[in-house]
C-alpha cells in the first residue's frame, strides 16, 4: 500500500467550476502537506503548505487538512483554462538512514486537471 | 535570477555514456535534492544533500552520484547511462525556515538510447 494514495483522474471540468482534488494518506508522522501544480514540460510549483488540520486559503485556492481521517483536499474556486495543469499532493517527514537523517517529501501520484472554457 | 536553474534542457544520450546534470539555487538553501518523475511512478528521490559537503542515498540511488562542493551547486552524474535511466529529472532545494517546502528547477528531459 502506497503511504499517499491520489486520484491521476483526468478530471475535466467548465470554466468556473469549483474543483476538488483529494490525497489519503496512511503515515502519521507526516507534518506539512503541501499541494503543487506541475505544467506540461515545466516543474512543481509550489501553491500551498499547511501544518494542522483545519483550512488555508489563498485567492481562489484553499487547502483543507484532516489529520483524524488523514485526508487532505485542495477546493479551486472559478476555475480558469490556466489552471489546467496536474496537481501534486505532497507530504513531509523526517527519515533517519545510516546514522543521518533527512526531511523528505512524499508524493501523491497527481491528479490531471483540465478546464475547457 | 531567483531560484533554480538546471542544465541541459534537455539531452539524448548513447548508453555507456557518462553525464552530469547541473543545479544552482541562488536562494542559499542548505538542503537540495535531485529526483527522477517517471509516467506511472511519480517523483523519486535519487540523493540528497543537507549542507555543503554532505550528500545521502535516496528511494533510487543506483547508477548515480552527486556531489556538493559548495552551497549554490549540486551536480547529479550517470557514470555509464543505461535506458532504463531516460526519465525527467528534477533538482529542488528546501527553505530553512522550517516549513519543509521545496522549490523545484525546471526540470531536464534525458533519452538513454
Known amino acids: 500500500q502506497k503511504e499517499v494514495e491520489q486520484d491521476p483522474g483526468p478530471l475535466s471540468v467548465p470554466e468556473g467550476a469549483i474543483v476538488s482534488l483529494n490525497c489519503t494518506y496512511s503515515?502519521?508522522?507526516?507534518?506539512?502537506f503541501m499541494w503543487y501544480r506541475q505544467y506540461s514540460r515545466k516543474g512543481p510549483e509550489l501553491l500551498m503548505y499547511?501544518?494542522?488540520?483545519g483550512n488555508k486559503e489563498d485567492g481562489r485556492f484553499t487547502a483543507q487538512v484532516d489529520k483524524s481521517s488523514k485526508y487532505i483536499s485542495l477546493f479551486i474556486r472559478d476555475s480558469q483554462p490556466s489552471d489546467s495543469a496536474t496537481y501534486l499532493c505532497a507530504m513531509s517527514s523526517s527519515v533517519n538512514a545510516g546514522g543521518t537523517s533527512y526531511g523528505k517529501l512524499t508524493f501523491g501520484q497527481g491528479t490531471i486537471l483540465t478546464v475547457h472554457p | 535570477i531567483a531560484g533554480i536553474t538546471q542544465a541541459p534542457t534537455s539531452q539524448i544520450l548513447a548508453a555507456g555514456r557518462r553525464m552530469t546534470l547541473r543545479c544552482t539555487q541562488d536562494?542559499?538553501?542548505?538542503?537540495m535534492y535531485w529526483y527522477r518523475q517517471d509516467l506511472g511512478l511519480g517523483l523519486r528521490l535519487i540523493h540528497y544533500s543537507n549542507t555543503a559537503g554532505t550528500t545521502g542515498k535516496g528511494e533510487v540511488p543506483d547508477g548515480y552520484s552527486v556531489s556538493r562542493a559548495n552551497t549554490d551547486d549540486f551536480p547529479l552524474t550517470l557514470a555509464s547511462a543505461v535506458p532504463s535511466q531516460t526519465s525527467v529529472y528534477f533538482c529542488?532545494?528546501?527553505?530553512?525556515?522550517?516549513?519543509?517546502?521545496?522549490?523545484f528547477g525546471p526540470g531536464t528531459r534525458l533519452t538513454v538510447l
Open positions: 499547511t501544518y494542522s488540520s
Open positions: 536562494m542559499r538553501h542548505n538542503a
Open positions: 503515515n502519521s508522522a507526516f507534518q506539512y
Open positions: 529542488a532545494s528546501r527553505t530553512d525556515r522550517g516549513t519543509d517546502t521545496q522549490y
